[in-house]
């Protein structure tokens, strides 16, 4: 019924920049919330960043200051701007978004397939 596509994981260098971008597509009515989780070696889930839909964001801690979310509501599309990552920034990460479905209107949490982001010299 909808799909979030990640793409834009790679391999970058400490002090080097990556952008994740997130598209979703689908029969969905409206998209609210859109997050960005990621998942690092041994470790748990975890937000790092969520954009409303008002604009409003809010970001993990440890990322705050270095990475950016934003949105761009006509395509559907949210991104992530990693600047100065670090080699504890490692993970693979996944886009969440909070759709709407056409048909019933209901409520249905939706995410991506993920994307690895490897942070090393």
């Known amino acids: 019924q909808v799909e979030l596509v990640e793409s834009g994981g790679g391999l970058v260098q400490p002090g080097g920049s990556l952008r994740l971008s997130c598209a979703a597509s689908g029969n969905f009515f409206s998209i609210n919330a859109m997050d960005w989780y990621r998942q690092g070696p041994g470790k748990e889930r975890e937000l790092v960043a969520e954009i409303y839909p008002g604009g409003g964001s809010s970001y993990l801690g440890s990322v705050k200051g270095r990475f950016t979310i934003s949105r761009d509501n006509a395509k559907n599309t949210i991104y992530l701007q990693m600047n100065s990552p670090k080699p504890e920034d490692t993970a693979v990460y996944y886009c969440?978004?909070?759709?709407?479905?056409?048909?019933?209107?209901?409520?249905?949490?939706?995410w991506g397939q993920g994307t690895q982001v490897t942070v090393s010299s």
């Open positions: 969440h978004a909070g759709v709407i479905a056409a048909d019933d209107r209901r409520y249905v949490s939706t």
